[in-house]
């Protein structure tokens, strides 16, 4: 039974890539690594190889499709985790990635061990976003209105929209507590009430699913 993870590089410049394999085994030192230097290599690596369990994507790949190299990379293997991982402007780029379907989105930017901070978090099944985009999702929560269909309101109870609210303003969960002055394992209770009702599984998708991006 396989303990360790397979990963797709798709990036083209191979010292960057060098790096990305060097910090990812700091954490998964038996990692087997994939290399692809263009999109159409990559496609095809990932069509012709076993299933991978990540891949790390940059945008300005050549023979890239934008933000729809997500959707190309799921119709090969649909459960595929994506780390797009680019020197492009966090804004508007990582939310329309995320909008996509990517699983978290890191700008060449950042330090350069937030990459291994991000394959770990995708690898165990959670969502990466930077604080820089989580302000950007927090301020487009302010600048937009929300989404004419009103019946999800109507589904979640008072203490549950504050606790949405407060959710979509990044908080986590020891925040949401203590502003409301609930006990944490309350406020996770209340979490995942919401997520049930709006059908969504992390605070992104719930960001998608009330406001139009």
Not at 39 to 49: A, D, Y
Not at 110 to 115: D, I, K, S, T
């Amino acid at each position: 039974m396989k303990t360790y993870p397979y990963i797709l590089i798709i990036e083209d410049h191979e010292v960057v890539s060098a790096a990305v394999e060097a910090l990812v085994m700091e954490d998964f030192p038996e990692a087997s690594f994939r290399k692809a230097g263009s999109f159409p290599k990559g496609k095809k690596l990932l069509t012709e190889g076993p299933p991978v369990d990540l891949i790390v994507l940059d945008v300005d790949i050549p023979g890239g499709e934008s933000y729809k190299m997500v959707e190309t990379l799921r119709s090969i293997q649909p459960n595929v985790n994506v780390l797009v991982f680019t020197g492009q402007d966090e804004n508007p780029h990582a939310i329309r990635f995320l909008k996509a379907g990517a699983n978290g989105f890191l700008s060449k930017n950042a330090p350069f061990e937030q990459c291994a901070v991000a394959v770990k978090m995708i690898l165990n099944g959670k969502k990466y976003v930077s604080d820089t985009v989580q302000e950007i999702i927090t301020s487009s929560f302010f600048d937009k209105s929300p989404s004419s269909d009103e019946s999800y309101d109507s589904a979640l109870s008072p203490r549950e929209t504050e606790v949405m609210e407060l959710l979509l303003q990044g908080k986590w969960t020891k925040d949401i507590a203590l502003e409301l002055n609930l006990n944490p394992t309350t406020v996770s209770t209340h979490k995942a009430k919401i997520f049930q009702k709006m059908d969504v599984t992390n605070v992104i998708d719930l960001y998608k699913k009330y406001y139009s991006l």
